[in-house]
């Protein structure tokens, strides 16, 4: 009697483990025929909606649902998405949460929070949620907030983490334009010079960004020739297509052909 109660148990299981396998086979199935239609398609929703019916353990189906919610203007459906997500994988998607935070939402406080949880989560290692090191994320974050010190501490310590590890030429060259940016707001405009001229350095000298930081200096030092021919190439720059922009929604302090325009008449 113990031996087929033994044999039973043994085969509940065996049973119970390829119903899970097979669990999450079926989702992952649906999930990849549902990834083919346009991200926020209701197609692709329903389809990411049927995986996460079928598994909802499988994290990768559960977080992209929320994306598709976010794209398509639904906050009240993303956060309780995401949050789910989160439960399920918290080292993966809390740094993502974090990102929608910053960029969608722009709640730079509660950005900060999750880098800065998922940063706990994995003490021996700097995570890079969105291919960026949450460094480098909340360099951005203390920007947004104008606490400048804290903006630059954090860049900083990214830029000088991937010059150890990789190279100066490795560094996000963004991460130089907004370290330049804080700097240039504290009116420390040598040092705002010199991460505008790194930008420029490393974006083969086209970035209509620090050139216009740059003839805003030259302004401020009285330096007006210069400052005219830096905006008229920032104008060129622009116009090619060398800014700083984001997909989907509007970058950290980004400059539009106006900014360039009145900037130049009030030069003339």
Not at 57 to 80: C, F, I
Not at 225 to 252: C, F, H, Q, S
Request: proline fraction near 3%.
């Amino acid at each position: 009697m113990e031996r087929l109660l033994k044999l039973f148990l043994s085969i509940a299981v065996a049973f119970s483990a390829l119903s899970c396998d097979s669990k999450r086979e079926r989702a992952e199935a649906v999930y990849k025929r549902a990834i083919h239609y346009p991200q926020g398609s209701m197609m692709s929703i329903n389809g990411i909606k049927r995986a996460t019916e079928i598994d909802s353990t499988y994290d990768e189906a559960v977080r992209e649902l929320s994306v598709a919610y976010l794209k398509r203007g639904l906050p009240h459906k993303w956060k309780p998405q995401i949050d789910k997500a989160i439960e399920c994988a918290p080292s993966l998607w809390q740094g993502y949460r974090g990102y929608n935070y910053l960029w969608f939402y722009r709640d730079y406080k509660k950005a900060i929070a999750d880098f800065d949880a998922t940063d706990s989560l994995t003490p021996n290692f700097i995570d890079a949620p969105q291919g960026h090191s949450v460094d480098y994320w909340r360099g951005i974050c203390y920007l947004g907030l104008k606490d400048y010190k804290n903006s630059i501490a954090y860049f900083d310590k990214y830029i000088n983490t991937e010059i150890e590890e990789s190279g100066e030429d490795w560094v996000e060259v963004t991460a130089f334009l907004y370290r330049g940016i804080a700097y240039f707001e504290t009116e420390n405009y040598d040092q705002a010079l010199l991460n505008f001229e790194k930008q420029l350095q490393y974006s083969r000298n086209q970035s209509a960004d620090a050139k216009y930081y740059k003839a805003l200096i030259f302004k401020f030092q009285g330096r007006i020739k210069e400052a005219m021919v830096l905006i008229e190439e920032a104008i060129n720059d622009y116009n090619i297509g060398y800014y700083n922009n984001r997909p989907y929604v509007e970058t950290l302090r980004q400059i539009y052909p106006e900014d360039l325009d009145a900037f130049r008449s009030n030069l003339k």
